[in-house]
């Protein structure tokens, strides 16, 4: 299955390739590659791709989900996914959601696999202009005319962006295992209670942080603030129950912890450019895949 909405301006490109067996036989082979600045109504939704997939936000913010978990995606940080598995990504508001991506496979990935994705969660990259390097190189590389040199440089690269999203990984365990547990245990709580009122002062007690601590804590973490993730989430959840269920804007407002519908579709229409109702109609067409 595969739904998506291409909300991106003419700075942005894509391309796909058909690699031979040469290619494939690398450590790591490149199946397609992109830059995308997408809009506010930008998503993409698929079931299954036989590849992995690996995005990096230069600027904005993204959110990501697989299997019930949502990720966000500020500028600095990245997520690899095994696109075998069902797994959704979208811009989380108003703002473009700038990011480099990649689809890759090979017989060297096993090697990374318990590392970078036996626990799916957003990375903050500790080598941001050495990683927006290699992306850039992809995309001129694949230029390239000669096919052996061509493998074995996108090869080369493809390892060293997946070192540093090694780095990074260990890095913030060093540096802050217990600050990115405040900050999950929050957001966890967050995703399980939107029907609740939720304050800054009930989340910051309850990881144990003094309020002012804890609210820059998770912008750092998230790229948003405490309250912004409350709201951007409640959109979210709302945008699966318009598109999945025949609830009516009213009881989704409510389920999603709104106080009033005429202040649910205010906010909803504010962060998506339009209606709960209008979104329900136009938002959920699923072109086939091949």
């Known amino acids: 299955m595969l739904d998506y909405c291409l909300d991106i301006n003419d700075q942005s490109f894509m391309r796909v390739y058909t690699p031979d067996a040469t290619a494939i036989s690398f450590p790591f082979c490149l199946y397609e590659d992109g830059y995308f600045e997408a809009g506010k109504n930008y998503y993409t939704k698929r079931s299954e791709k036989e590849m992995y997939l690996l995005l990096y936000t230069v600027s904005g913010c993204g959110t990501v989900k697989v299997d019930g978990k949502i990720r966000y995606l500020p500028a600095g940080s990245a997520a690899i996914l095994d696109c075998r598995e069902p797994h959704e990504y979208s811009t989380v508001s108003g703002a473009p959601w700038c990011f480099h991506w990649i689809h890759f496979d090979g017989p060297s990935m096993d090697a990374y696999k318990k590392i970078l994705l036996d626990e799916f969660d957003a990375l903050q990259i500790t080598e941001k202009l050495r990683i ?35 780095n990074s990984r260990f890095s913030k365990e060093v540096r802050g295992e217990v600050d990115s547990d405040a900050v999950r245990t929050a957001c966890r709580f967050i995703e399980e209670n939107l029907r609740c009122d939720i304050s800054i002062d009930q989340l910051s007690a309850m990881v144990h942080l003094s309020k002012f601590y804890f609210i820059r804590l998770f912008k750092r973490y998230m790229g948003v603030s405490p309250y912004q993730y409350v709201q951007i989430t409640r959109v979210n959840r709302a945008k699966e129950l318009l598109m999945t269920t025949g609830f009516r804007v009213n009881e989704i407002s409510e389920m999603v912890g709104f106080s009033s519908p005429t202040r649910f579709t205010k906010f909803f229409s504010d962060m998506t450019g339009m209606s709960p109702t209008l979104f329900r109609k136009t938002s959920y067409k699923i072109p086939k895949e091949d």
């Open 132 to 166: 927006n390097r290699y992306f850039e190189q992809i995309h001129a590389i694949m230029n390239e005319n000669n096919a052996m040199l061509r493998y074995a440089l996108t090869s080369d690269i493809i390892s060293g962006i997946l070192l540093i999203l090694c």
